[in-house]
T-cell receptor, first 109, second 111 residues
Framework: GQQVQQSPASLVLQEGENAELQCNFS?????MQWFYQRPGGSLVSLFY???GTKHSGRLTSTTVIKERRSSLHISSSQTTDSGTYLC???????????FGKGTQLIIQP | EAAVTQSPRNKVTVTGGNVTLSCRQT?????MYWYRQDTGHGLRLIHY???????QIGDVPDGYKATRTTQEDFFLLLELASPSQTSLYFC??????????FGPGTRLLVL
């Protein structure tokens, strides 16, 4: 079965609303990484978060290992936040990532 | 900031054609990766490398070869391209257990 599951698959919000994206995993975790993929295709690293909570501006990532989940919270969303958000799991003992299928986020003005 | 570049950015070839995708990173990372991205599948790992001369098989290696000639350069080879290899290809680099930095991607169309 799929080792990394992201939800929701797509999310449409109005500008100013908060977004909550989820990533659930079924294997042991070495690290969890979150990426943003621009509509043009390029990927940008957002967080490297093996456990706990990390903040970067309006973004917050929380990884809870024993619950096998990681979340990405975007506060006060802006139209420029639109794009695809990917989580990726680095399994214990491996030097490679397994990606979820992504959440497509659309922020309407 | 890690710099990863890919060439070409777009490529069109015919079935049976020979294609080489190039990737260069200038941050002295040991690890380099090749992924493909397709609708409904997300990013899938094709091949990766721990350093010059090293090659590791990823999750979807069939139909692909790769070669790591230097620490900076990692190549993906499609020797008999098929339409099923039409995809968006990404290269990435990282230190061991660290954040992966991605190149801009190469769009490949196999007719």
């Amino acid at each position: 079965g799929q080792q990394v599951q992201q939800s929701p698959a797509s999310l449409v919000l109005q500008e100013g609303e908060n977004a909550e994206l989820q990533c659930n995993f079924s294997t042991s975790l070495n690290s969890m990484q979150w990426f943003y993929q621009r509509p043009g295709g390029s990927l940008v690293s957002l967080f490297y978060n093996p456990s706990g909570t990390k903040h970067s501006g309006r973004l917050t990532s929380t990884t809870v290992i024993k619950e096998r989940r990681s979340s990405l919270h975007i506060s006060s969303s802006q139209t420029t936040d639109s794009g695809t958000y990917l989580c990726a799991l680095e399994r214990g003992g491996a030097d490679r990532l397994t990606f979820g299928k992504g959440t497509q986020l659309i922020i309407q003005p | 900031e890690a710099a990863v570049t890919q060439s070409p950015r777009n490529k069109v070839t015919v079935t049976g054609g020979n294609v080489t995708l190039s990737c260069r990173q200038t941050n002295s990372h040991n690890y380099m990766y090749w992924y493909r991205q397709d609708t409904g599948h997300g990013l899938r790992l094709i091949h990766y490398s721990y350093g010059a001369g090293n090659l590791q098989i990823g999750d979807v290696p069939d139909g692909y070869k790769a070669t790591r000639t230097t620490q900076e350069d990692f190549f993906l080879l499609l020797e008999l391209a098929s339409p099923s290899q039409t995809s968006l290809y990404f290269c990435a680099s990282s230190d061991a257990g660290g954040t992966q930095y991605f190149g801009p991607g190469t769009r490949l169309l196999v007719l």
